[in-house]
């Protein structure tokens, strides 16, 4: 019932390098090769694309090991799963591109950003029920 960030789900996959979680076998049959919505990368190349300031990557990875998380057994408290449920919506609407070519506050750039908080603090055991001792 703990959380765990995106750095421990990018290694615990079928590809290593660390030992594989089989939480992974939780999103279907492809596991980590799952299309990560509209990215055109699998969930583990997305975790793996550094963000390099696209929002979109930045609330990729996050919002990837908070449902990680939840497949897991980390119950997660009703503000993280109405940002968790927004960030769907955001994730099944908008690329990569499209959010990249966003600068500063523009929205919906802003928008991923404040929703990647909330599933960082979430990942990180600062909010729910906490992190774990990996």
């Known amino acids: 019932g703990c959380t765990l960030t995106p750095g421990y789900w990018k290694t615990h996959s079928r590809r290593g390098p660390a030992p594989y979680d089989d939480t992974w076998a939780q999103l279907g049959a492809n596991q980590e090769n799952t299309t ?9 190349q997305m975790l793996w694309t550094p963000p390099a300031g696209n929002a979109y990557y930045i609330l990729g990875h996050a919002y990837a090991a908070t449902a990680l998380n939840a497949l897991n057994g980390a119950s997660l408290p009703p503000e993280v799963l109405a940002g968790w449920n927004e960030a769907t919506t955001l994730l099944r609407t908008w690329t ?6 966003q600068k500063g506050n523009q929205q919906p750039r802003k928008r991923f950003l404040e929703l990647a908080g909330l ?9 729910g029920p906490g992190h774990c001792s990996e």
């Open 36 to 44: 990560f919505f509209l990215s055109g990368k699998s969930w583990y």
């Open 96 to 101: 990569p591109a499209q959010i990249g070519a």
């Open 119 to 127: 599933l960082d603090m979430y990942n990180n055991g600062l909010i």
